[in-house]
Nanobody, 127 residues
Framework: QVQLVESGGGLVQAGGSLRLSCVAS????????MGWFRQAPGKEREFVAA????????SYTDSVKGRFTISRGNVRNTVSLQMNSLAPEDTAVYYC????????????????????WGQGTQVTVSS
């Protein structure tokens, strides 16, 4: 059974930073792509960033480019999301996801391409 566990969420003032981490267990994830999604109250889940098993160039949604950085840990079954210059509109539950799709590069924003999800971690940015 694959499990993804997120951590690092919390309350931060606008302009501050948070670092989210996701640890995967149960399988070897060296050939898995990893992504972050978020869901604000009353809104659909939206793509934030992804990093690919066969490509070191991550993908980001436009609203976080230049502020967020996705990276793999020294251990290949971890992924982090460094979030800087946070704004109130970044408030959401953030989810880690893993995908076995070999060409996820072409569909990183599609949540149906990810087969495994964490339980989510709350990020709240106050103005």
């Amino acid at each position: 059974q694959v499990q993804l566990v997120e951590s690092g969420g919390g309350l931060v003032q606008a302009g501050g930073s948070l670092r989210l981490s996701c640890v995967a267990s149960g399988r070897t994830f060296s050939e898995y792509s990893m992504g972050w999604f978020r869901q604000a109250p009353g809104k659909e889940r939206e793509f934030v960033a992804a990093i690919f098993w066969n490509d070191d160039n991550p993908s980001y949604t436009d609203s976080v480019k230049g502020r967020f950085t996705i990276s793999r840990g020294n251990v290949r079954n971890t992924v982090s999301l460094q979030m800087n210059s946070l704004a109130p509109e970044d408030t959401a539950v953030y989810y880690c996801a893993a995908s076995t799709i070999w060409n996820l590069r072409y569909y990183p924003m599609d949540p149906t391409k990810y087969g495994y999800w964490g339980q989510g971690t709350q990020v709240t940015v106050s103005s």
